[in-house]
């Protein structure tokens, strides 16, 4: 009976013990996963408002872009009433130098008219060209005679006269290539004090001549008052 009693004592106090030092073990491990747990909230919350800052400032960068470009084709509209306004939203939204190539506008385009000298000695070649509006890179190449004082005046889109045609070089009568040449010897010829160089001159002229004269001749057009070969070769070999 003692013997019995003892082992439920020593069975007891076994218990106690494991108890006791599970009550420390969980003492000690609880504040761990508490803390852990802890820890684990703050870090999401922490994520999470990261994530939404980040995207509130991909929404402002996207609306003060579009807006920007908005602004920016507004003021070139003013500058240009052809330009075409950007669609935004998903599929339709392009760059705004996509759209410039893609619609071949180019916002640097220069427009000339042909300025002659106005007198009453302007050559039939000149004279078709006087006031004429062409695009820079279109228009006729000067000189357009030997004695040319014809002049480019350059003009943005926004300053053409109200009502300005854009013509093309291909509707008139253009020069002979060689038009160029004439013009040089002749400028020439006035500072030359050397009588061989000036009859060289005149002579190599004279090759060019039938070259020269087939867009007057083509058109009509009277020869030129000022023709050095022909006006100045005969005094020069007499």
Do not use: W
């Amino acid at each position: 009976m003692k013997n019995s009693n003892k082992k439920s004592s020593l069975i007891s106090g076994i218990i106690i013990v494991l108890l006791f030092c599970t009550i420390l073990l969980f003492a000690k491990i609880i504040p761990i996963l508490i803390g852990i747990f802890i820890f684990g909230i703050i870090g999401y919350i922490l994520l999470t408002d990261s994530k939404n800052k980040d995207s509130s400032t991909a929404a402002h960068l996207e609306n003060d872009s579009e807006l920007s470009s908005k602004k920016q084709i507004k003021e070139q509209t003013d500058i240009n009433p052809d330009y075409i306004t950007i669609q935004f939203g998903n599929d339709t939204e392009l760059s705004l130098n996509k759209q410039i190539k893609e619609q071949n506008l180019d916002l640097n385009y220069k427009y000339v008219s042909i300025s002659t000298s106005g007198d009453d000695n302007v050559c039939p070649m000149c004279a078709q060209f006087e006031g004429k509006f062409f695009l820079e890179k279109d228009a006729p190449k000067l000189p357009l005679c030997p004695s040319c004082a014809c002049a480019y005046l350059y003009y943005e889109k926004r300053e053409l006269p109200f009502g300005s045609v854009i013509n093309k070089k291909e509707d008139f009568v253009l020069p002979a290539e060689c038009t160029s040449l004439f013009y040089k010897h002749q400028k020439k010829l006035f500072t030359e004090d050397d009588i061989n160089k000036k009859i060289r001159l005149c002579e190599s002229d004279l090759k060019k001549l039938p070259e020269f004269m087939t867009p007057y001749i083509s058109a009509g057009f009277p020869a030129p008052d000022e023709l050095a070969c022909r006006d100045l070769l005969p005094d020069l070999y007499m």
